[in-house]
């Protein structure tokens, strides 16, 4: 039988807890949420001190640089490090072609527009977007939690706490975008940023906290019968 949840963490006795060691899994970390802050600290600054747009990329361009070379060096994973890399690729292309400083952080700002369209209607259709974190786990049959209704309904929860931060992200930085404070700009994108995230996560953890929803029996992964232990039939 194809197994509900893949893995499930020793000692787990509830849905709540297999999610929430899936959620503890996908975090980047501090180290993570300091090298995607530093390349737009250091963009604000240049580009405040200087109003030179060029001079600016480049400074948030050689961060990542750093932070992707010591990550090379320490032979650590090189994942959020590249994500920097290429979210300044990104922002420096809009910026660049338009000319305006703001467009740097235009793309992050249609990311979330777009991410809270997704979270919401995955939720619509019952499909919540928290629920292939959990698949991701279950190679094999990673849609594997759509047969769990009690899955079903702890990711719809979830996939609304992380639709409401894209929400907030959306409601603060678009007015700041077309009135053009870039310096603001950057000070929210920090502030929405790593520390609303782990808000998202503090309210996601009270939620699985609160849940005691058990685990099926076919949940589990069969225990291995031990060796020489077999029953012989005359």
Not at 70 to 99: N, P
Not at 192 to 212: D, E, N, T
């Amino acid at each position: 039988m194809s197994l509900v949840l893949g893995h499930v963490p020793e000692g787990a006795t509830t849905v709540e807890e297999v999610v929430r060691h899936r959620l503890v899994e996908g975090v980047g970390g501090l180290r993570g949420s300091v090298e995607a802050a530093l390349p737009t600290v250091a963009f604000v600054a240049v580009w405040t001190s200087s109003k030179n747009l060029t001079a600016a990329l480049v400074a948030s361009a050689a961060i990542v640089l750093v932070s992707l070379t010591v990550r090379l060096v320490q032979r650590q994973t090189l994942r959020y490090a590249l994500g920097s890399l290429a979210a300044v690729a990104i922002a420096a292309f809009f910026a660049l072609r338009s000319g305006r400083a703001q467009d740097v952080f235009l793309p992050g700002i249609l990311y979330s527009c777009t991410m809270l369209v997704v979270t919401l209607l995955s939720v619509v259709t019952r499909w919540p977007m928290v629920g292939f974190i959990v698949g991701a786990a279950h190679p094999e049959d990673p849609l594997a939690w759509r047969t769990h209704h009690g899955i079903v309904r702890l990711c719809q929860r979830l996939t609304l706490v992380l639709a409401a931060m894209y929400a907030i992200r959306v409601a603060v930085m678009l007015p700041t975008y077309f009135a053009g404070l870039v310096g603001w700009l950057g000070v929210e994108k920090i502030v929405l940023g790593w520390p609303l995230y782990l808000a998202a996560i503090a309210v996601m953890g009270a939620v699985l906290l609160r849940g005691h929803t058990p685990l099926d029996p076919e949940d589990l992964e069969p225990a291995a019968e031990p060796e020489g232990n077999h029953s012989i039939e005359d």
